[in-house]
């Protein structure tokens, strides 16, 4: 309880009552302004083109490595051969440092690179100076990098939800003659639903919060295309120094977090008992 009172609940509030105040941990001067910050928040083009990349990465990742995810975990709880060695080779990246990760995509994008050799030799034209330097393509490219590191793990989720699943679902199916898809769609996904609904929670979670990828490969660039939400609360709070501006950012992501979480919940019918 005490670890939980000063390492999340106290940080909580006090950021809270930061995002009230402009206050600057340099000068130790500490001044209450209301709302203020929200209101430099609704006017500042930086912060919503930081909600917009992030929207976007959001996305961009979350149902595409939702469904490639269920899709590998189905075809891992078949009988298959290797079904270990892939097993394992699907998770390991996601158990791979993060920062490791970013810095081998990063030469993969560079110039030179072998992403960028592969498009030369097929006969496309990169970007001059690398994917990671172009406007157009710096963030989709991160996209591309997230959704392979992370796939394995919620497919390890769904994995164990499939394992779990009583037989009698699948016998149910066999009895009524029902053909894969039919029994994709009306007995294993309302099965599933709970774990994709937790999926689909936890992984937009994660890609709300997406920062480390944006601070190795890009640093929010070129020309602000890859800055994120979280990267903008850091270059406000941590770099600029100005608390008060970067935790009324970080509450604003948070509401939005809550409301797409909530929306999830609901269209997923959370608390809904499942009939086969």
């Avoid at 158990?95 to 990760?101: H, P, R, S």
Wanted: proline share 4%.
């Amino acid at each position: 309880m005490l670890s939980f009172v000063l390492f999340w609940l106290f940080p909580l509030l006090f950021a809270l009552y930061l995002s009230f105040t402009d206050y600057s941990p340099l000068g130790g001067d500490l001044s209450v302004t209301g709302a203020d910050n929200y209101t430099r928040l609704v006017a500042d083009g930086d912060f919503w083109r930081s909600v917009r990349n992030t929207v976007i990465f959001v996305a961009g990742t979350v149902p595409f490595t939702t469904v490639l995810a269920l899709g590998l975990a189905l075809l891992l709880n078949s009988r298959i051969k290797g079904k270990g060695f892939f097993r394992s080779a699907f998770f390991f990246p996601s158990i791979t440092a993060l920062v490791v990760v970013a810095l081998i995509w990063t030469s993969l994008y560079a110039r030179g690179g072998i992403l960028y050799q592969m498009v030369t030799a097929i006969g496309l034209t990169p970007p001059e100076h690398g994917f990671l330097f172009n406007t157009a393509t710096a963030l989709p490219g991160i996209m591309l990098m997230d959704i392979w590191a992370a796939i394995g793990y919620y497919m390890l989720l769904y994995l164990a939800a499939l394992q779990a699943l009583p037989q009698q679902y699948f016998e149910s199916a066999t009895l009524m003659n029902a053909s894969r898809w039919p029994t994709l769609r009306y007995v294993i996904w309302p099965a599933l639903r709970p774990m994709t609904l937790l999926v689909l929670v936890l992984n937009t979670i994660k890609s709300f919060q997406v920062f480390v990828e944006v601070y190795v490969m890009t640093r929010g660039g070129p020309l602000g295309s890859t800055e994120t939400m979280v990267y903008f609360v850091y270059d406000k709070g941590l770099v600029k120094f100005d608390m008060g501006y970067a935790s009324a950012a970080a509450y604003a992501l948070f509401i939005l977090i809550a409301i797409v979480a909530i929306f999830q919940a609901r269209r997923l019918g959370f608390g809904r008992e499942i009939a086969v």
